[in-house]
């Protein structure tokens, strides 16, 4: 059998950076992202007769070697699918012995340019996966998380917030849902550079956590009640509130990411004149449009339906695009519904 699903990426809105177990990969801190879709990952999943398991994105076969995670995440599935054989069948072995997963991905959108391609792909997988082999949702959660953190919030439509849990074990380490349904949000994608980012999240976090001030500050000040703003302020439709709130919190995980020894840039010379773009835009009355930025230079613009028209318009104004990169920004739609 082969399960196939469509997961989209998720952007987060106050970003998880620094990890308190980096092999179960339990956050330092929450986190809460809006699910968009569009930026897909479409992933199918078998368990078929091989010597081992195998991966492909967008045609290129991954090396599992080198990319260890995946492994991680197949022996947690197949251990949870052993456990659940065990308890059902009172020690009896299940069907899949001795199968590997053989998986086939592919993106809509560049992978590992922050653009959170990791949290669509591992989030399509472990679904698929517990689709494939029947694992409740918080083991399916897991699955994802320990791919990749971020996509544990993948697996919800709306506003997400991954709970980062106090326990050694990461039993109260999980994803929930806080809200959906504000239909008119819409996310505006700016690709500046579509290449793997030069120093990737896991190295990133782990210099960050060992060496910024900064890091520890926002944990134990900023971080809770910036996450009940945005809950705050989504419910209410605050959109002012909501985008002060996004961008100061962007901004800030790149002031820790200067502040981190050896420094990490992640925002390019486009990425500052699109934040230049937006601030100017919102000059004179209630914010209209917030940027967020992972870490790579692409940018995501945030705004009301109504305002996307306008924006581009007066984006396209102030930057000197040539018309050929214009075809570069791809709108998307925040979406509500399971994503399968
Ligand atoms: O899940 P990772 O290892 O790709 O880390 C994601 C880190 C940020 O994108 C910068 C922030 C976030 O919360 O998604």
Redesign the pocket.
Known sequence: MSVTVRVPM???LV???GKRDEKLILPLND?I?LTVDELCAETSVELVKQDDHTVSINGKEVDLESNKRYRTVFNEALRFQRKRAHEKENGTSNNNIGLKFKVTSTTNFPVAA?L?S??AGFAAISMAIQILIGLDETQANKVARIG????C?SMFGGLVQ?KSGIKDDGTDCFAIKVNEGWNTLRCLIFVFDGEEKKVG??EG?RRSSQTSDLLKYRIEHLVDKRIAKIAEAYEKRDFDEFAKVIMSDSNQ?HAICLDTSPPIRYLSDASWKLIEVVEKFNENGKRKAAYTF??GPNACVILEDQNVQDFLRFATSQIVVPIDDLNKISTSITQTEQPI
């Open positions: 998720n952007i987060a970003k998880y950076w986190s992202s922050g959170a990791s949290a990749s953190g971020s996509a919030r991954w999240s896991t976090m995980f992972d870490a």
